[in-house]
């Protein structure tokens, strides 16, 4: 069993050390709601035990529950917020992996979400992205909602934020 079977509901990598959020000191906050997957490719005899990771750019920053024996999950919206210093050339990544237990985990596809062609302090609710393997073959579906919101009294202290 994967030592992240139990997460919390969130898990960030942005906390300070008295367990408050620092999410106030960025710019820019991607609130990422990972719902569920379909069509899932089977890893196991006839089912899968999938997880989604989450990472930006290669920095791990959360991921879900495992959802055992299915290849359609459902992680109930697990959310993730995430701190960014700029949109631009930064990229969240969802990889879908098979939790097991003898041998280990298999990855089963991923996400790319390029963060600057993302819309600007509105919502996004219950988008379906194509998981794709290595090879850029379909390996099902998740679907996420979000929010990236810019922080503009930051901005005003960082006047060039924008162009990074």
């Known amino acids: 069993m994967s030592q992240f079977a139990d997460?919390?509901?969130l898990h960030s990598i942005y906390s300070s050390q008295d367990g408050g959020h620092i999410a106030?000191?960025?710019?820019f906050l991607l609130e990422l709601?990972?719902?569920?997957?379909?069509?899932l490719?089977?890893?196991?005899?006839?089912?899968s035990d999938p997880y989604a990771k989450v990472s930006v750019n290669e920095l791990t920053v959360g991921?879900?529950?495992?959802c055992y024996r299915s290849i359609n999950p459902?992680?109930?919206?697990?959310?993730?917020?995430?701190p960014l210093l700029h949109t631009k050339n930064n990229a969240v990544y969802i990889q879908l992996w098979d939790e097991n237990t003898v041998k280990a985990d298999e990855l089963m596809g991923k996400v790319k979400i390029d963060i600057e062609t993302l819309p600007l302090n509105h919502r996004v609710e219950d988008w379906d992205f194509e998981v794709l393997?290595?090879?850029k073959a379909f390996r099902g579906t998740i679907n996420v909602s979000?929010?990236?919101?810019m922080e503009t009294s930051i901005i005003e202290l960082v006047p060039d934020i924008e162009e990074r």
Do not use: C, Q
């Open 146 to 149: 979000y929010k990236l919101s």
């Open 74 to 82: 459902d992680w109930g919206g697990h959310l993730l917020e995430i």
């Open 33 to 39: 709601e990972i719902n569920s997957g379909k069509g």
């Open 41 to 47: 490719p089977v890893m196991d005899i006839a089912t």
């Open 24 to 27: 106030h000191r960025f710019p």
């Open 7 to 9: 997460a919390p509901k």
């Open 133 to 135: 393997d290595n090879d």
């Open 63 to 66: 991921r879900t529950k495992t």
